[in-house]
């Protein structure tokens, strides 16, 4: 099930890159891996990335 799911957000990934709108798909994967990762330490380094 995960699994499945992993490899549809690669795909939703890929597109979104596909579509050359680079900053759309880098929030994207930022969000994805927020999403994807639980993890607190890695949320924070996303959120305190310059813009």
């Not at 579509?19 to 994805?32: D, H, K, R, T, V």
Request: aromatic share 12%; with cysteine; charged share 20%.
């Amino acid at each position: 099930m995960r699994k499945a799911f992993v490899q549809h957000l690669k795909f939703e990934r890929d597109q979104t890159i596909a579509s050359s709108n680079g900053i759309f798909s880098e929030a994207c994967m930022n969000l994805l891996f927020i999403i994807l990762t639980g993890n607190k330490a890695f949320r924070k380094v996303i959120y305190s990335k310059p813009s």
